[in-house]
């Protein structure tokens, strides 16, 4: 013989944020009350709702601080994947705001922060190459190895003479450690007598072998924070 039993669980749907959450009720007979878990409001907040916000999309892009900050939302909210991109994306930054001005604290700590300034970008100076180089080198720039210029060539210099005091810059130079590597990984061209075009595909790493590395590192941060935008917008 089969005795009903009144069950004192119950599951329901509940259509939280445009989404079904589940929430389970339990009835303890003995006090009467009804314990609820899950649901569209849970702990006093939406069900699908984190502790900490995602970083708005205009601080999303100042380096470090958004990256760091993210990182530390993410592994707030258990969001374990987006904290270990993030905090990639913060140690990237570092270096990379460290590429772009190093050489530029150099020169201010060498002549101050107006004085050092123009003096580094050469603001009312030669902007040839040679005076250009040996201006970086008293102010304590280094300027070793073999320099290619990567993104406006000096040939294109010669032709447009008004683009030299953009281009006869630091960031559009490119510093290679011998004559071999900035022919070959500079320009695209075989030496002494290595036979360039044999190598599978070695072309598609040219933009990325004669660009600085504050470039690169600038790449793959853009990359990283327009993906997650459009990722966590979704």
């Known amino acids: 013989m089969y005795e009903y039993v009144t069950p004192n669980a119950y599951l329901s749907v509940i259509i939280g944020n445009g989404m079904p959450e589940y929430t389970i009720s339990h009835f303890n007979a003995s006090t009467g009350g009804v314990t609820s878990f899950g649901g569209a409001y849970y702990n006093g907040k939406d069900f699908n709702e984190k502790d900490y ?41 570092v270096f990379l705001v460290k590429s772009v001005f190093s050489g530029l604290w150099k020169a201010v700590l060498s002549k101050g922060v ?13 902007h040839e190459y040679g005076a250009s180089v040996a201006r970086w080198k008293r102010m304590g720039v280094d300027m070793s190895g073999k320099k290619h210029h990567w993104a406006i060539s000096r040939e294109l210099m010669e032709r447009q003479p008004w683009l030299k005091q953009i281009g006869n810059q630091t960031w559009n130079l490119k510093r290679f450690g011998s004559i071999a590597s ?12 290595e036979e360039l075009s044999r190598i ?31 990722e966590r917008d979704e």
Not at 65 to 89: I, V
Not at 221 to 227: A, E, K, V
């Open 53 to 93: 916000p995602e970083v708005g999309t205009g601080e999303s892009f100042v380096p470090i601080l958004d990256s760091g900050k993210q990182a530390y939302y993410d592994f707030q909210d258990g969001d374990h994947g987006w904290r270990a991109l993030n905090t990639g994306m913060a140690i990237s930054d």
């Open 182 to 193: 900035h022919m070959r990984w500079g320009h695209g061209n075989a030496f002494p007598s």
């Open 200 to 230: 599978i595909y070695w072309k598609l790493a040219y933009p990325i072998s004669s660009a600085p590395w504050w470039f690169r590192l600038g790449g793959i941060s853009t990359g990283g924070r327009l993906y997650q935008n459009i």
């Open 114 to 126: 107006v004085g050092g300034t123009k003096r580094y970008f050469g603001y009312g100076m030669s």
